[in-house]
């Protein structure tokens, strides 16, 4: 059994999504229990023989500032959500809520594991092979050591084989040329230590990659810092709406191109399934000891239901036992290079 | 009469492509002269009253360090070209060569302008608005200071100023959030800095952006370092180039499918249209005491003719006197910015 505690109040909808998403949940995962967090009236809505509710009488909202978050809403949905982790009531925290409130929360209450000083968020993007490659850090990090990139690389490898059951994920270095000498020092001082990494076994680093081998899926895993990665992200968000918003404008042009549009349905659905963003909703935390996941914010049930999908799969491929045994493992390289930076 | 330098060598093609392009710009541009700058028995190839050829031994290749093409390559065409603008025989140079090799010969050749350390590259990107985001720098500098960023922001608006004929573009900065208090301590003392620019009048400062502000058109000019925004422009290509390959793929899938694309042709055609990269091809390299342009390297023809249309604009409308002039306007913040930096 799989207990998973799920922040009901987060998000841009609340529990009109969560909870329609955990329903249907319930329903594909017969051994998955869930922790319901949030207000008492809200959560009562959704009653299951695998359900449980968690008393939370604060929300933290999308504007709240980390410090009113982690500080003053000690009973928020969010806390109160991941406290089940903590007290080992649940295998997972799942929520849609502000990134940074949980990023600090979850910080706060389970520390980071032995090794990793700053958490990552990781996320899978669609690529041109019909996979995924795995992005890391995505905005919790913007100043970056050569010394993080390497625990990222270590952190997203285990989260890959979890999650991909790839048993030796590549690892490419996110850069702005393929050449060893592209990039700031703290870049190449990276991609020296994920070679040596590598060198020792820890992880398969492929070497530097662009931002288009993201989508081409080049490598498994790209690794960057968190301004970088937000950035990527974005943009490519942005790139993809321009293009989606571009069709429906010059479909719906005339009498001819509504009647091309009506022919072209299914090569059209085919794209937007391939490309859908809410199928790769549900970013890890990666580096701290116990499995919280983030969904959008703007999530639908669908996309909701997702995130708690691969929260699920993460908790029952035992991720954290993955991370910790690969950080274990990289523990003698990365003290060395802390000590030597 | 505007005169353009053209690197005939440079780019992928080679002449090939650089000829035909400079053939067809000719016939569209009754004013302007060209000096075809290039290994003698392939620039020939191209004879008219207006173009005049320009003899240079030896090709910056696309692998070449730039400590080559630089110390060794003193008589490549790229050299060559750039030469004819610092000797007053050219308006603006064009090369679809080496981009670093060419950042370091412009600024080896024709020195940084007054109040600038840094040349940045500036290239337009398509948007939703139906027009084009300028952003900079795109490669050319890998670490920036907030005192940098303040200089590309001021060159930018006085490209976009000539180029699109904006009076008062808009600039933001890319971000990972639009509050205030984001981002790293560059970020955060860019941001003052820009606001402080805006308040003397030297620009225009929306405030902070975020990635996908680039394809919606929040802005006209976007700031960035050259490491963020090369990220960003590639991993925008490999979005698009995603899309269209998964387009193909979904429509070729079967005869319906295939009838389907006939009827969608007028369609998928205007898309292309919109967000072909060719049309925006052409990037300024700003800061310098003279105009260079950069095409990319694997331009086609129609490409390569729209870098050089881009310099000649750029060259007609005074670009130089712009930026010089704005830079100047803006003299007293940044040199009272490096003093407190």
């Known amino acids: 059994m799989i207990t998973l505690a799920v922040d009901c109040m987060g998000g841009d909808h609340g529990p009109s999504v969560t909870l329609a998403a955990c329903r249907q949940f319930l329903q594909q995962h017969p051994d998955a229990r869930l922790l319901l967090v949030g207000q008492s009236d809200s959560v009562q809505a959704l009653q299951h023989e695998r359900v449980q509710h ?21 009973d928020s949905s969010m806390r109160v959500a991941i406290q089940q982790v903590k007290d080992g009531r649940a ?77 030796d994920p590549r690892v490419g270095l996110l850069n702005i040329g393929e050449e060893v000498i592209k990039g700031s020092e703290t870049i190449k001082k990276a991609g020296q230590l994920l070679r040596s990494a590598a060198n020792r076994g820890d992880l398969n680093f492929y070497g530097n990659v662009e931002g288009n081998d993201i989508f081409k899926g080049t490598v498994d895993i790209v690794v960057c810092d968190g301004f970088v990665g937000n950035v990527a992200l974005k943009a490519s968000e942005g790139v993809a709406s321009m ?5 429906k404008q010059e479909f719906s042009r005339n009498i001819l191109t509504k009647l091309a549009a009506i022919a072209a349905y299914p090569v059209l659905s085919a794209l937007m399934r391939r490309v859908d963003h809410r199928r790769y909703n549900g970013a890890a935390l990666l580096g701290l000891r116990g ?3 983030k969904s959008h914010g703007s999530a639908d049930a669908l996309a909701f239901e997702q995130a708690l999908t691969r929260a699920y799969d993460a908790a029952r491929n035992h991720l954290l036992d993955r991370v910790r045994t690969r950080v274990a493992h990289a523990a003698p390289l990365l003290a060395a290079s802390e000590h030597s930076s």
Chains 1, 2 share one sequence.
Not at 57 to 67: H, I, L, N, P, R
């Open 243 to 247: 293009i989606s918003g571009i069709l």
């Open 91 to 167: 295998d997972v925290a799942v929520s849609a809520g502000n990134t940074g409130a949980l990023m600090a929360i979850a910080r706060y209450l389970l520390k980071t594991l032995d090794g990793i000083d700053r958490p990552a968020i990781a996320t899978q993007m669609p690529n041109a092979k019909g996979g995924a490659t795995t992005v890391l850090d995505l905005g919790a990090n913007v100043d970056c050591t050569a010394e993080h990139l390497l625990q990222f690389a270590v952190m997203g490898s285990a989260l890959v084989s979890v999650l991909q059951d790839r048993d």
């Open 291 to 293: 499995l919280v996941f």
């Open 54 to 74: 968690v008393a939370a009488s604060e929300v933290v909202t999308m504007d709240d500032a980390v410090e009113v978050a982690l500080r003053r809403k000690k």
